[in-house]
């Protein structure tokens, strides 16, 4: 069914806090739903794609429970059911494919795959009596990683070449196939090519590194892809329109971010599909957002000096014996630190500035 700019479509709304976060939360933003699925098989598993019946793809939970109550959360795990007639699958045996996302280089990824992966082949065991016949079927695995850092990461070693040993106890094959998509270094071509609003977006990524006049080139091509969508996929624009400006701001400088996101509000504005007022939305939403940070970071300045200015107050009337106060003090916030201020201005002895000391506090060593 299209879409016309005047059907009501309930449009994604991010909060501030989630805007806060976004060098944890804006993928998780682009992966909700399946564009990005679609999207990085396309790029990394062409051949895997036409096996998979990806309309009835459906996403796991992100957070399992192992026995040793550790939290676990992957990015995205989706169960995926073949395609009739494939060779070699069972109806009610879905195919896994496991979305990371990562920022940094990170050696522990194989292992994290393998956490992510157990709680799903645990709840594949079947449910047999003692002595049933019956095996257990697991479905196959592949991981497709995104990697969105700086430095060259070309290539993720799969588990079974993490583990050493003499040969006769080498892993003979991998859990699992694994792809991996170093995005920096991806073809642009490849992006434009496949012309999908989340590709677009993955486009302003890769130019994360850049300087501001090809990030600026980046955004504009971007901007420009996300008008020639189809009307049909109107929630999907608007879903990588508020990651593009939630790059901006957490991405970029203050100069870019002031000098660019007019132009994203004058084409939410524009937009043929109708963002009028969901631009309200977003200039509001990032007005808190600017706001809610410059007071924390004030507040933290704030702090830093408030400690420094007690300490050295504390060390000219007190001595060394002050620096027992040190870890108190760290953990301290604005209003504690003013009043300890107050207090050591009239102390005559450091107990009497009512600072907690901490169990076993001892003054440093010379």
């Known amino acids: 069914m299209r879409h016309s700019p005047n059907t009501r479509v309930v449009l994604p709304r991010p909060t501030a806090a989630m805007l806060k976060q976004f060098p944890d939360a804006g993928f998780q933003w682009l992966l909700q739903g399946t ?192 008008e020639a969508a189809d009307l049909a996929r109107r929630v999907e624009v608007w879903r990588v329109a508020w990651y593009c400006v939630q790059h901006l701001f957490h991405r970029r400088s203050d100069w870019e971010y002031n000098r660019l996101f007019p132009v994203v509000q004058q084409w939410g504005q524009d937009s043929k599909f109708g963002f009028r007022q969901g631009v309200t939305t977003m200039v509001r939403s990032m007005a808190k957002v600017r706001e809610e940070l410059g007071e924390a970071r004030g507040e933290a300045r704030g702090e830093a000096v408030m400690r420094d200015a007690l300490l050295d107050l504390l060390l000219g009337k007190f001595g060394e014996a002050a620096y027992t106060m040190q870890p108190s003090l760290a953990q301290a916030r604005l209003d504690d630190l003013a009043v300890w201020i107050r207090q050591a201005a009239r102390a005559q002895a450091l107990d009497e500035v009512e600072i907690p000391v901490p169990a076993n506090g001892t003054a440093p060593s010379a």
Do not use: C
């Open 35 to 226: 564009h990005m699925l679609i999207l990085l098989l396309a790029l990394l598993r062409p051949d895997l794609a036409p096996l998979l019946d990806l309309p009835r793809a459906s996403q796991l939970s992100r957070r399992a429970q192992p026995d040793d109550l550790r939290n676990i959360e992957n990015d995205a795990l989706y169960s995926i059911p073949f395609l009739p007639g494939v060779p070699g699958t069972h109806l009610d045996v879905p195919a896994l494919v496991l979305v990371e996302h990562k920022a940094l280089r990170d050696p522990a990824a194989p292992l994290q795959a393998l956490d992510y992966l157990l709680p799903t082949w645990n709840r594949q065991l079947p449910q047999t009596h003692p002595g049933d016949p019956q095996a257990p079927r697991f479905s196959p695995a592949v991981v497709l990683l995104a990697y969105t850092g700086k430095e060259l990461w070309p290539s993720t070693p799969d588990l079974h070449e993490l583990i050493v040993g003499p040969p006769a106890l080498a892993p003979s094959s991998s859990l699992w196939q694994w792809s991996h998509l170093d995005l920096g270094r991806l073809p642009t071509h490849e992006l434009r090519r496949n012309g999908t609003p989340t590709a677009w977006g993955l486009r302003l990524t890769q130019a994360e590194w850049s300087d501001a006049s090809v990030y600026e080139a980046a955004m504009l091509e971007t901007l420009a892809g996300l």
